[in-house]
């Protein structure tokens, strides 16, 4: 299975700040994902992150918002911007086990990161 | 309409017990469906895919009805180590649907 690493895994910021999430797979892989799991509530996809080009935006969120970078094949940043009370979640980078990179064969599967629990104030 | 719903629970149950969860899709397009599991303050994993002729993997029954566009999930002798949240997948082209989750609490 792939191995993601999400930092930071949790933190508190206030209002109108903004927060960077790094997101790190130990395999390439061309297609990242980004959700978003509020209380309660089931996993969102915010965006997915291609390698060479611009993110695609999922409907209700917006890259002024959410930018995204895709440096490299093993790495991506999610950036909460000009943060509310509203955005407190977790946020999760998440990779397909159908990804052209990886030789296993389709399983369906997706791997996430550990997440990164946000609180904002 | 969401994409995938089901029961959010809690299911509270005896150890030893069976229990079942259900999930309804709301796209027939849909190709591929899963059940994840998400321990608290934990990312979800997989824990298996519904083929269409149903599929068991030791104490777990996974089933799928696709003209009622139903998933359900049963677990057998249910241990304390199976509460969790279990999480209702659907696959539509190349991007997965999440259901709400059903809480599961198995009881000593």
């Known amino acids: 299975s792939a191995v993601i690493s999400q930092k930071p895994s949790r933190d508190i910021c206030q209002r109108g700040t903004s927060l960077t999430i790094q997101c790190q797979v130990d395999?390439?892989?061309?297609?990242m994902f980004w959700y978003r799991q509020q209380p309660g509530q089931s996993l969102t996809l915010i965006a997915t992150?291609?390698?060479?080009?611009?993110?695609?935006?999922e409907s209700g969120f917006v890259i002024d918002k959410f930018p995204i970078s895709r440096p490299n094949l093993t790495f991506s940043t999610l950036t909460v911007s000009n943060m509310s009370p509203e955005d407190s979640s977790i946020y999760l980078c998440s990779v397909s086990s159908a990804d052209p990179h990886m030789s296993r064969g389709y399983t369906g599967e997706l791997f996430f990161g550990e997440g990164s629990r946000l609180t904002v104030l | 309409r969401k994409e995938v719903e089901q029961d959010p629970g809690p299911f509270n149950v005896p150890e030893g017990a069976t229990v079942a969860f259900n999930c309804t899709y709301s796209n027939s397009a849909s190709q591929s469906f899963f059940w994840y599991r998400q321990d608290c303050r934990k990312e979800p994993k997989l824990l298996m895919s519904?083929?269409?002729s149903g599929n068991e993997d030791g104490r777990f029954t996974a089933q799928l009805n696709r003209a009622s566009q139903y998933i359900s999930l049963l677990i057998r002798d249910s241990k304390l180590s199976d509460s969790a949240t279990y999480l209702c997948?659907?696959?539509?082209?190349?991007?997965?649907?999440f259901g709400t989750g059903t809480s599961l609490t198995v009881i000593p």
């Open positions: 519904v083929y269409s």
């Open positions: 992150a291609n390698q060479g080009s611009e993110a695609t935006y």
């Open positions: 997948v659907a696959l539509v082209g190349n991007q997965f649907y």
């Open positions: 395999s390439q892989v061309t297609m």
